[in-house]
């Protein structure tokens, strides 16, 4: 099953240093883009290796359970981040984890790897570190990039967010937001069907 699965690598990754950070519901909070509910997920976070790990589980009714593994390596030094800094605390209106949106990938959509919400700044110093969050992730998908963002866009105003400017094509497509703070949904087209979708908070 599912979790006997999950229950193994959570087993195997745990005994190799790696602590679980969150086991997102079904909204998907903390993961930025979410697989359906269908499929488990969990994050991963090595305060040594300075590395978090997203684990997704595949249900294929033909071919048995798939599992994808996304590493994603963090500088903790630069970003003042640490696997602590990552978890999301236990009160969910605590900042900054109740802005950031969290948003279901549509039916068509093929996750293929991408990362929960991470610290995210520039080394010009544009954004001092942990002020800014950055979630991203590359998905095969079947249509052009504004019926991507016509999927998510509305995802995002669901959730408290008004949107102030956009511009839609069939390779990029982007629109900017604005709650408490600032977001950027960004879709590019990678491939002929493979698309980088990006949240960007700050």
Request: aromatic share 10%.
């Given at each position: 099953s599912l979790d006997e699965v999950l229950a193994r690598w959570t087993d195997t990754l745990?005994?190799?240093g790696w602590v679980v950070l969150q086991e997102p519901d079904a909204r998907g909070d903390g993961?930025?883009?979410a697989p359906r509910p269908s499929h488990p997920s969990r994050r991963f976070c090595h305060d040594e290796a300075q590395q978090t790990l997203d684990l997704v589980l595949f249900p294929d009714p033909e071919r048995g359970t798939w599992s994808a593994l996304t590493l994603f390596a963090l500088?903790?030094?630069?970003?003042?981040?640490s696997c602590a800094s990552l978890k999301p605390?236990?009160?969910?209106e605590?900042?900054?984890?109740?802005?950031?949106?969290?948003?279901q990938l549509p039916q068509e959509a093929r996750w293929r790897r991408g990362?929960?919400?991470?610290?995210w700044a520039t080394k010009a110093g544009l954004l001092s570190p942990g002020t800014a969050w950055a979630a991203g992730v590359v998905v095969e998908y079947p249509r052009d990039a504004t019926a991507l963002h016509a999927a998510l866009a509305p995802q995002v105003e669901a959730q408290g967010w008004t949107k102030?400017?956009?511009?839609?094509?069939?390779?990029?497509?982007w629109s900017r937001w604005r709650a408490t703070r600032d977001g950027l949904l960004l879709i590019w087209r990678r491939g002929p069907s493979e698309y980088l979708a990006l949240l960007l908070v700050w």
């Open positions: 745990t005994q190799a993961m930025g883009f500088d903790f030094e630069e970003s003042g981040a605390p236990v009160d969910a605590s900042e900054p984890f109740a802005e950031l949106p969290n948003l990362t929960g919400w991470l610290p102030t400017a956009e511009a839609l094509s069939p390779a990029l497509a």
